[in-house]
């Protein structure tokens, strides 16, 4: 009998409707995917970031988000998320060394893009245009976890 093992690289692509169950079902695709190929050493923080980059999709857009995973060989993985919006928010729109700082203790929001800065490995975003819903715009941010990453910090 010949034994098959999934190839390294491999991407899965999702479009999420604007609903508030979107960030459910991208950590669900998450888990399946990292369950999948045996990643599960960056499963908890790509879970995570996965979902607080599809709730900000959600929150501040009013259009469709897409989703990417991207296995890019030797245990990196990229996950990039679009939406309708062209702005580019904090840590996304400074070169990596640019720290963005801690929300308050009491502020209501403001953390989920400082984890990513805390438990990506790198991060970038990129304004695709005027972000109108059915000219294919918006923005794509993403961010990369690396091999030898074995639990969140």
């Known amino acids: 009998m010949v034994t098959v093992s999934p190839p390294d690289t491999w991407v899965y692509a999702l479009r999420l409707p604007h609903d508030p169950r979107a960030a459910r079902v991208a950590r669900m695709t998450v888990r399946a995917a990292l369950n999948g190929h045996g990643m599960p050493e960056v499963l908890d923080a790509v879970e995570l970031l996965t979902s607080e980059l599809v709730t900000n999709a959600y929150r501040h857009t009013k259009g469709p988000a897409s989703l990417r995973l991207t296995a890019l060989g030797d245990g990196r993985l990229r996950v990039g998320v679009w939406d309708t919006s062209c702005h580019i928010p904090a840590p996304f729109d400074k070169p990596l060394g640019d720290r963005v700082a801690r929300a308050p203790e009491d502020a209501v929001g403001g953390r989920g893009l400082f ?39």
């Open 115 to 153: 984890l990513i800065q805390e438990y990506a490995d790198s991060w970038g975003g990129w304004a695709l245009g005027d972000g109108l819903l059915d000219s294919g715009k918006g923005k794509l941010l993403w961010f990369e976890v690396g091999a030898g990453r074995t639990a969140m910090r």
